[in-house]
């Protein structure tokens, strides 16, 4: 019944027209920031009700360069979620400043705000609040801290655009918001990272700064388009179910190679240079088709999660995330928990469908942060028993009754 129709784990939010476009562009055109580019960043912020943008070349330079602009002291403190890219850590440090980790809430895979009061300090300047997986942080609570402590809140948004916290959206509760658009973001324009502010000095001062970085080279702008075409192709439902499943069954390892993005945790003083470098016309150009298409697109995620949810048993339910009150979350991944995660794959596997473990690090658990480990972060560790579910828009409700009759009759026969 479902030789044809296997589930990919994941499908890119670009479409083939798109990404030959973008491939010959790269070729064709002049690499640089222009109009598109000051467009882009228009249409950006307007649609997240913020009065200004800019964009960058990566999320963690976005940190750095908002970070680097505040004028803190040397070594203020910046409370921030320890399940991360190792390089937002080291954007933190290449600003001169401390990271202090605050584990994650029980099942909500956001910081836990308790834990988060207790870790302030004289020397506490900014709440770092990552949204992950697309699930809305209870803002309420954050805001409240930040203003009892006279703190700064800059939100990683990267996981949940289009995501809000009654009725306001992610990114534009504090000072300002990043997003990433980079491999596989449900806005993804090859690689970049936006930085939204209603704070126009605080902008005018970053771009300054950052005006004269040299174009991207044309053949990593290149293997990134190449990268997503190989993706696109291989998680067409037709491909991924008569070679894809097979070749990941076997060769499962390398295909977590080939996806995995971010790069090894190691401690660095600056950032690479290779990161410096401008944005270009003709990502923007790809970013202003995908916002056209975001809103429906984020819509059917969340009917996927709506219809999967109501087709679950109660005890499969269990092992899904906490969902906050008057929250619109758009579930970029759906995480599922269990206490066996390479067996628990494998079922998925074994019955046609693919699924991810986390590619971020905890990083009180890494070696190369040990200076800055601290507290200890259970709730974060549990990402390591995470499994991602497949419930990406171009999914049916059909697909979701056909996944959660897998999981009832898993969470049936095993305690997950």
Known sequence: MRFFSKLPRAKAYLKL????????????????AGEKTIAWEAAFSERLG????????????????????????????????????????NAVRWAKLKPVFCDLGVNTYNIDYRMLRQ???????????????????????IMAIARQHSLIVIEDASQALGAAFKGKTLGTFGLAGIF???????????????????????LKKIRQE??????????????????NIIIYLATNRFVFSLGTYYFIKFSGRLVAKFIKSNPPAELTDEPPKKLLCSYTDCQ????LKILKRLSAEDGQRIKNVEALTAALSGEAKKYLPLILPETKNV????????????????YLLKNYID?????????????????????????AQLAHQTIFLPVHSSFSANDMRFLARILNNYTGQNRA
Not at 19 to 28: A, E, P, R, T
Not at 126 to 139: Q, R
Not at 213 to 225: C, H, Q
């Open 355 to 379: 699924s991810a473990s986390t590619n971020l690090i905890v990083a009180t658990e890494e070696e190369a942060f040990k200076e800055y480990a601290g507290q200890p972060a259970p709730n």
């Open 50 to 89: 913020s009065t200004g943008a800019l964009c960058l070349s990566r999320a963690r330079l976005a940190l750095f360069f908002l970070l680097k602009n505040l004028g803190l002291p040397a070594g203020s403190e910046i409370i921030m979620t320890p399940l991360t890219i190792a390089d937002m850590v």
């Open 210 to 227: 950052t005006r004269n970085f040299p174009a991207p080279g044309r053949v990593s702008l290149l293997k990134e388009t190449i990268r």
């Open 331 to 346: 579930f970029w991944r759906l995480p599922f928990q269990t206490n066996d995660p390479i067996n628990f794959q494998k």
């Open 17 to 32: 027209s798109e990404l030959l476009m973008i491939f010959l562009k790269i070729l064709s055109t002049k690499l640089q």
């Open 119 to 141: 870790l302030i300090t004289p020397r506490t300047r900014i709440l770092f609040i990552t949204h992950l997986n697309g699930l809305a942080t209870d803002m309420d609570e």
């Open 180 to 202: 990433s658009l980079s491999f596989m973001k449900t806005c993804c324009t090859l690689f970049g990272g936006m930085i939204i502010s209603d704070d126009r000095e605080l």
């Open 284 to 287: 923007a150009e790809l970013g």
